[in-house]
Each structure stands twice: as C-alpha cells, then as structure tokens.
C-alpha cells in the first residue's frame, strides 16, 4: 500500500533540510563564534586589548618537531616562552578553563532569548479492508523567558488526514496557543530572575582574571626556570674551573714532592681538595640534568629532547643590575590591593554571596504566579486559516503556600553563612596579599645585600688568590693557603651567581604581586625591564 501526499506540510520540510545541512562542524564554528566574541568583548574590558585567541593547539610545535627529528635546539628565553605558550599543558588547560566558562554563558544567554522548536508526525491506521487513514502533521514552536521571570509559550500545530482506500486529498486543520506565566511573589523582578544569567557573566570575568593572572605567573616561572638553569650552568662552569686548577696544582705538588721539596701532608691536602672538586663536579652535574629535565616538563617538552639554553642570559641579568626598589611598603600593599586580579574576583564573590543570600530569602515568599492563554481554532475545524473570531482565552493564578518549608529555610540559613564566610575570605585574602608584598620586599633587599656582599667577596677572594699563588710560587706559604684561598673564591663566586638570580626573580614576584606583569597580547613574552609601578597620588583641593 503507498501514500502519496500531494499537500505534505509546510514545516516539516523545512526542517528536515535545516537539521541535514547543520552538521557537527557547523555546531562547533557556531559554538566557537558565540564564545570568541564574548572573550574578545571581556578581554577588552578588563585588559583594554581584544586577544582574539584561540583554544586549538597548534598542530606542527616544536614537541612534535623534537620527537621527530631529535636534533638539539637553542632556545632563547624569549623561545622557551614561546614553547611554553605553544606546548605546556597546564597553560592549554588554563585556556580551556576559560572557554568553558564563556560557554556556559552561551547557554545562559539563551535562556533568556526567543527559542523554537520543532518536529513532526506520519502514520497510517485502518480496520481490516474498510478503511484507512494517513496522519501527517508538524508541531512549531517558540518560547522566551524574560529578564522579569515572564515566561511566555506558543504552540502551531498542523494536522493533515486524508482516507486512503477512498482516495482523495488531504484535509488539513490547525490550532494556535499561546500562554504567559508571570510571578507575582516568588521569583518575581529582574534581580532575582537574571540571576543565573548574571552569575555567568560574572563567571566569565572571573574566568579571564584567572586566565591573565595564570599567564603572568606562568611566565614568570618560565623565566626564573630558565634562570635557575643556567646560573647552575654558570655554577657547573666555575666548579669545572675549580677542579682543573686543583688537578693542575695537585700535580705540581707531587712533582715538589718527588722532589723532596713538599712535605706529604701539602700532597694529601691537595689529593683531598681535588677528590672533593671532583664530587662537586658531579653533583652538580647531576643537580643541572634533573633541573633541566623539570624545566622541559614545564615546557611541555620531551623529556629526553635536547635543547640547548643561553648561557650568557645571566650575563644579561647581570647587566641590567641590582638596584634598590623605589616604592614604599605601604604603596605597594596599596597597589596589590587596588590592581591584583584574584584579590577582586573575591571581593566580587562576596557581592554573589550576597546575591544568593537575597534569592534564599526571596525564596520564602508564596508562590503566585498568573497565568493567560489564548487558543485560536482553524476555520469550520479544518484547513490552515486561523478563526481569530473564535478565540479560547482564560486567566487565572496558581498559589503555593509552601508549607513544607524546611528544605527554604536550611537554604537561606545556609546562604547566610555562605556570605560570612566569603567575608572572612576577603579578609583573609588582604591580609595574605598584604604578607606576600611584605616578604617580597624583604627578599629584594636581602638579595640586594646578599649580592653587594658576594660582589666585594669575589674581588677580595680573587685578589687573595692572586696573592697567595705568587707567595706560593715563591716559596713563603704553604699549599694549604693556597688551597683556601681557592675555595673561597669558588664559593663567593657561587654566591654570587646565586644572588643575581634571587634578586631578579624577587623583583618579578613583587611586580606580579602588584599585577604589574604586561604580557604581550598573545604567548607569554613581556618586557624584563618593567618599570615599577607608581601609587596614584591623592588628589587635594584647592581653597576657592
């Protein structure tokens, strides 16, 4: 038996062309517009910069290109920034924090826009060989729900019969309803209805502050990472100086000595200081590999991948200085306060606690809610022309008076709590900051001390050294002098490599503690040289 529709529904075929050509790749670009223009709009508001990123991988990094062609690569500081930027893993999920939350914002967003919806109906029923009957019919329909809590619903609805023993066309008749719900108590105004899609707006902001504040602080891991490595490439250099000239003096003293011109105590001193030139040596060799190996992890580097860091980078660092910083302690609590991102994300929290705390206690009032709803019939019951001179319409409203109201209660005592606690959070937040700027500052200055003492002490240790190897040549001290002199200038130079680092990576963590890091738009590189940044200085009236 076959059915031929000569008068199918309009809708229906609409529809089915419409979900054929939204494939999954369309539903990914749609996704991924609505997402970008909403981070591009928050990154503009809160950096001043759109950033037009993206949450893809790149496909061709340089892990693949290790994996593949494992050769060494030099990289340069501002490299490894780019490698890490491209490659690390903790960073890309940072990326992908931040894009979920803008999602969930797209769902909020069209909760309160205009939605359809669609479907439709065939079948074919009979008894025996009487008769027979085709259905076919298609239902639309459109929803909004309004910043006010009004929710307004409206239903078409087609149904086309034709007999199909008799033959015959199809008879069509339709129907349209429409119904408003509005709150008048529970639930009802603008505050308490907007909420969820407030709350994701502000879950967005949240999430880029986190972004930005990941990427200052990622960067400047990188940076002192890269530091840290090769200022024990410098310390694995001295140590390596150290032990030559140990060996080299240890042979000169057993030729004395074979000679009757040394005793054996000079010979075994300097056998000793050699052997512990040598352990140095591998220590810090060890020490190097197992901090190199950390610092590609952080990368998102193969771990046996060989790369090749710049080892006049310190040289560089060195250059640039150490000078005291020019800000006063109280500015800077000042600044961390007034700028730090996490810092404001939980003084806004509190305001969502807040928030919370008012929808429990709105959630406690009876339900009234009034409802409307008109139905339009078509003509003489059939066809598609509506009978508008033969509209249904009621109104009414529904009430609740929640009398079970434990579960009510317990929420809104629990909301209450909830904002205290947030309270306490941002005072404790304070208070943490405050402590963080105050240790940074006195890791500044103890670096800057630390490096002042070991630059005189490498220029005392290396005048002595001098010293004592024409004394020694000459005869007038013992080896032992000589060999203590050495050691001491071994470890001031230590020291001092030590020091150039502390005070640059201390430096870093007080600008990051004032949120004064500004990387470029895209990646992590940013300006070593950054100035400090100046607290804004009241502004006092002039007498008239």
């Not at 060494?72 to 490299?79: E, I, M, T």
């Not at 508008?388 to 629990?414: E, F, H, M, Q, T």
Request: a negative charge; charged letters at 25%.
């Amino acid at each position: 038996m076959s059915v031929v529709m000569r008068r199918p529904a309009f809708a229906l075929p609409l529809l089915l062309s419409f979900v054929s050509c939204y494939s999954p790749e369309a539903n990914k670009e749609a996704a991924d517009h609505d997402v970008y223009r909403i981070l591009d709009g928050t990154s503009a508001q809160l950096t001043g910069a759109r950033r037009h990123m993206q949450v893809e991988r790149a496909v061709d990094t340089l892990r693949m290109r290790l994996l593949r062609d494992h050769e060494p690569v030099p990289l340069s500081l501002a490299q490894a920034l780019d490698v890490a930027a491209e490659n690390s893993r903790d960073f890309q999920r940072q990326k992908e924090t931040l894009y979920l939350a803008a999602l969930n914002l797209t769902r909020s967003i069209n909760d309160f826009s205009l939605r359809f919806g669609g479907g439709g109906t065939g079948s074919v029923s009979g008894t025996d060989d009487d008769s027979a009957t085709a259905r076919v019919g298609d239902d639309l329909s459109a929803q909004a729900n309004s910043v006010a809590g009004t929710r307004i619903v409206a239903n078409f609805v087609q149904t086309f019969l034709r007999s199909v023993l008799n033959g015959g066309g199809f008879d069509g008749s339709s129907i349209l309803d429409l119904t408003i719900t509005q709150p008048l108590l529970r639930g009802s105004g603008r505050r308490i209805a907007r909420e969820p899609l407030t709350q994701a707006e502000r879950n967005v902001v949240y999430a880029m502050r986190d972004y930005e504040r990941f990427r200052a602080q990622f960067a400047i891991d990188v940076v002192s990472d890269y530091w840290t490595v090769v200022q024990q490439m410098r310390d694995l250099s001295n140590v390596e100086a150290n032990y030559q000239r140990l060996a080299y003096l240890r042979g000169q003293i057993e030729e004395l000595f074979n000679a009757g011109r040394r005793t054996i105590t000079d010979l075994g001193r300097a056998k000793q200081d050699e052997y512990s030139a040598d352990a140095q040596r591998v220590t810090l060799r060890n020490r190097l590999q197992t901090t190199l190996d950390q610092f590609k992890l952080s990368l998102g580097l193969p771990i046996t991948a060989q790369i090749e860091l710049d080892p006049t980078e310190l040289d560089r660092l060195a250059a640039r200085g150490v000078q005291p910083v020019q800000i006063a302690e109280a500015d800077a609590i000042a600044l961390s306060l007034q700028r730090r991102y996490d810092y404001r994300t939980i003084v806004d929290e509190v305001e969502d606690a807040g928030r919370r705390a008012l929808i429990a206690e709105d959630a406690l009032r009876m339900q009234l809610d009034f409802t409307g709803a008109i139905s339009v019939p078509a003509e003489n019951g059939k066809g598609l022309d509506l009978d508008w001179s033969k509209i249904n319409w009621s109104a009414g409203v529904d009430l609740d008076l929640l009398l079970n109201r434990v579960p009510l209660r317990n929420a809104y005592r629990s909301a209450l709590i909830t904002f205290d606690q947030a309270i306490r959070a941002r005072e404790q937040n304070q208070d943490q900051l405050t402590a963080n700027v105050r240790r940074a500052l006195r890791d500044i200055q103890a670096a800057l001390v630390t490096y002042e003492i070991q630059q005189q002490a490498v220029v005392l240790g290396e005048e002595r050294f001098e010293a004592t190897t024409d004394l020694y040549d000459a005869g007038r001290v013992q080896a032992l002098e000589k060999l203590d002199a050495q050691r001491s200038l071994l470890n001031a130079q230590l020291s001092r490599n030590s020091a150039i680092v502390d005070y640059a990576i201390a430096r870093l963590a007080l600008m990051n503690n004032l949120e004064a890091i500004t990387l470029e738009p895209h990646g992590l590189r940013f300006d070593l040289d950054l100035p400090m940044p100046q607290a804004k200085q009241p502004q006092h009236k002039t007498a008239e």
